[in-house]
């Protein structure tokens, strides 16, 4: 049946019911511009979804030598032809009248056009000669989580064995560098356990810290359509906000923020004290176990709820579903790693999985969940600071296999300390060590902590700032040389999503102007360096992205993410194949640790460990005395309260977020008409019962402020737990006057009020958890706030507010047809 259907009303559109165990039903979405009608589409060249982590795969659309729209791919194993409103919409941004389109440079305080040459002459000038008289330290790289596999693999090269620096970071840094450390600390190597697929055979699903509803809408229609079919699962949703997930939810936990570790300690120690516990495959395939148990044997209910402030008694509930589960899936994302304990709490995940052998199997299995479309690949091709290939930085023998495949001395490639994390590069940039920073397709100016330290470092004289990117963001904005880049569907690569599942995305259309792609500009930048391997012949052999795939293939051979099974040509076509693919496993590997822990043994585990409270880094020695055999680590975390907690002065806890309808910092979806218009500005979420006791109503424009800045917003009172505030962290100041920033008054970035702090394993920033106050500037006058009705950000009265609309819709081919998904659910 064709439908067409409102999918900013209704995001998940209609349900087609399956049962357990059960292939999840097929169903095609597609948008096509007003006027265009399928059979007028010329051409359908294949990619997958660039706004957010899902992957789902999807056909753009061409006539004319332009983007008109995008299609489902049915055939694929991720989504089945499903699309979300990202997918269907975001793609109309690169046809923006102002995209970059030919390279500017600094002179006299301003930006100004230039050639290609005189931008990159000036980039090579200033690294050599940065290179002479302060060495390889002085040049940093802090790159993105929306990249093609080649053009990470291709600067990690050219900025590990060419520069010759240890600070090389990407902006995954931000969102899922917690992801890569629990599964390091647990399984000694990155790479997602479990599979999409799982959703298909779970009887419990438990999504800790994860509204799957908005970053991955896709998987949720998935879970959705599992709960109207037959033995439906389980959820257990743990979130402080009314997250759709929590609605459908057989439990829902709201802890106190900072609370994670002492909740799932909790959960630990009843599921040990109630013997639910799998005996033979801790002793088979883990270590630690006896360690946790007695670390969590006074974690009680009781005493969890002191410190959550959720009922002892669901924390008991909580953990029945769990213990009871025949078939365990958990999700994890940034409401765990966003936190002062995050590796410490999504490694307790991991080991509610270890200790109940909930692992390897259909249904059973652990998702550390990514935040952006490729932040697979940001890992595995060590664009994160990460040696490739999932390579150990302490192991020599590692470094020499990787050296060997770049054809240089091994003392070439830094691996004298751990790599350097995001934030301390920006800390080297502000005391002046760091001299040069090239920033590509991220924008730190809206998306770090503390903007105005940001601001402060990039506004620098000293700091010489290169930014590539494909909009004149508010980064761009401070940068000496600006370089235009071509974005999605405007170049050939891959990418990896969250479970491992690698596409190829064909370009469809040609970027604007002068603009080119990425890989296009490191090759460049490389060539004009002349960087050279060990015989003196040019370290980068590579001049197109299925040269640079093959190139990537030789460097993960024999490493757990081994790509050497695929090529372009089996990608092209048919659906995405899961890594590892190669002569073991040709058809690729649907779920890891079927057979045992595969990469955790000392001689090739990607990492020896960390201490979760410090973060310092184990060593060989005392990795081989744990864990000399190999197994999975089963690690014990006590509760530690957060490092900022509300006073008097600031008396709410503050978190930010994502909404559905938009992507990082709006510069993609804020030119989507149709999910700009679903969410146009900020806004601030308050429980009923704190905005009755402040006098505060919905629509009126509030103050949010904390020890380092604040930012206004109207008022959205909703069902978040009390003493709560949120507030999304899209929103910047490219489409404001300011433009770059705000002016003497507060301003609407949400990281205005964050705080610069991490997690001291995974180095993630702290966006979870912040001390605030709220107060009244102007009443709204029954004005409503511009947040959406049809997500978390629901007000509390639904009448009280216009349910949220779109101006367009999609067309639906379902299979059998379904009821939609009520946008009041």
Request: net charge negative.
């Amino acid at each position: 049946m064709d439908a067409s259907v409102d999918r900013i009303a209704y995001p998940w559109g209609g349900r087609t019911p399956y049962s357990r165990d059960e292939p999840w039903p097929e169903r095609v979405d597609m948008y096509l511009e007003d006027g265009v009608e399928p059979a007028q589409v010329e051409r359908w060249l294949q990619t997958a979804s660039l706004l957010h982590s899902d992957g789902d795969a999807m056909d753009i659309a061409v006539l004319d030598g332009r983007m008109v729209g995008v299609r489902g791919r049915v055939e694929d194993r991720v989504n089945r032809g499903r699309l979300g409103p990202k997918d269907l919409f975001g793609w109309q941004a690169g046809a923006s009248a102002d995209r970059l389109t030919t390279p500017l440079v600094r002179e006299d305080g301003r930006l100004v056009a230039c050639d290609w040459d005189t931008a990159m002459e000036r980039v090579v000038a200033r690294s050599r000669q940065l290179l002479a008289e302060r060495g390889p330290g002085s040049i940093g790289f802090y790159t993105t989580g929306q990249f093609f596999l080649e053009e990470y693999y291709t600067l990690a090269v050219l900025a590990r064995a060419g520069i010759g620096t240890n600070h090389l970071d990407g902006n995954t840094r931000l969102c899922t560098a917690t992801a890569g450390e629990a599964l390091k600390e647990s399984f000694g190597s990155d790479g997602q356990p479990g599979s999409y697929d799982d959703i298909d055979h779970a009887d419990v699903i438990a999504l800790f810290g994860h509204n799957i509803a908005e970053t991955q809408p896709v998987q949720w229609m998935r879970i959705l359509d599992r709960l109207e079919g037959g033995e439906p699962p389980r959820l257990l949703c743990v979130d402080p906000r009314p997250t759709r997930v929590a609605r459908r939810a057989a439990v829902h936990l709201a802890p106190r923020l900072g609370t994670n570790v002492a909740l799932l300690n909790a959960l630990l120690h009843e599921i040990i004290r109630t013997g639910r516990v799998d005996r033979d495959y801790i002793e088979a395939y883990t270590v630690g176990f006896e360690e946790l148990a007695a670390r969590v044997q006074e974690c009680t209910p009781q005493w969890a709820a002191g410190v959550c402030d959720v009922p002892a008694a669901r924390i008991g509930e909580a953990a029945e579903l769990v213990g009871t589960a025949e078939r365990l899936l958990s999700t994890v994302l940034q409401g765990v790693y966003q936190s002062h304990q995050a590796t410490a709490a999504a490694v307790q995940v991991n080991n509610l999985h270890l200790i109940r052998g909930m692992l390897g199997r259909p249904g059973a299995g652990v998702l550390q969940m990514n935040g952006q479309p490729t932040a697979q690949n940001t890992r595995e091709c060590g664009a994160n600071g990460d040696l490739p290939g999932f390579r150990n930085w302490q192991n020599d023998s590692h470094v020499a296999d990787l050296a060997k495949v770049w054809n240089v001395d091994p003392r070439t490639i830094p691996h004298y300390a751990p790599p350097t994390p995001a934030m301390q590069m920006f800390r080297y940039a502000e005391q002046g060590s760091i001299r040069m920073l090239w920033i590509s397709g991220t924008n730190p100016a809206v998306s770090l902590p503390e903007l105005s330290r940001i601001r402060s470092i990039l506004g620098q004289d000293r700091l010489f700032t290169v930014v590539q990117d494909v909009f004149l963001t508010e980064t761009a904005q401070l940068a000496d040389v600006v370089l235009p880049a071509a974005t999605w569907g405007e170049k050939t690569g891959t990418f990896t999503n969250a479970d491992r599942t690698v596409h190829l995305s064909d370009k469809a259309v040609e970027p604007p102007g002068e603009a080119k792609p990425d890989l296009a500009i490191f090759l460049d930048y490389a060539a004009r360096m002349d960087f050279r391997d060990k015989d003196g012949g040019p370290l980068i052999t590579w001049h197109d992205p299925e040269a640079a795939f093959e190139a990537w293939k030789r460097c993960s051979a024999g490493r757990p993410c081994d790509y050497t099974g695929l090529t372009y040509g089996r990608l092209r076509g048919a659906s995405g194949i899961q890594w590892p693919c190669n002569e073991q496993a040709p058809g690729g590997t649907q779920r890891l640790y079927t057979e045992g822990i595969s990469w955790a043994h000392p001689d090739l585990c990607e990492s020896y460990g960390k201490d979760l409270v410090t973060g310092a880094t184990d060593d060989v020695v005392e990795y081989r005395s744990l864990n000399p055999d190999g197994k999975a680590v089963i690690k014990a975390a006590a509760y530690l309260p957060p490092h900022e907690t509300p006073d008097e002065r600031y008396p709410f806890q503050l978190t930010t977020g994502r909404t559905l309808y938009h992507f990082h910092t709006r510069t993609k979806t804020a030119r989507a008409p149709q999910l700009n218009a679903a969410a146009p500005d900020v806004w601030v979420e308050a429980s009923a019962a704190d905005a009755t006791a402040l006098a505060l109503e919905e629509g009126d424009l509030v103050e949010v402020s904390t020890p380092r800045g604040a930012l206004r917003g109207r008022l959205r009172v909703t069902a978040i737990r009390p003493g709560l505030l949120f507030v999304p962290f899209h929103y910047g100041y490219w489409d404001t006057a300011g433009g770059s920033g705000p002016d003497d008054t507060p301003g609407r970035a949400a990281n205005e009020t964050t705080i610069t702090d991490w997690d001291p394993a995974s180095k993630q920033p702290l966006f979870k958890t912040a001390a605030a106050a709220l107060h009244l500037v102007e009443r709204g006058d029954g004005r409503p706030a511009p947040a959406p009705t049809t997500t978390a950000s629901a007000p509390a009265r639904p009448d009280a507010v216009p349910a949220t609309r779109g101006g367009a819709s999609a067309l639906t081919a379902e299979a059998g047809g379904a009821d939609r998904e009520e946008a009041t659910e």
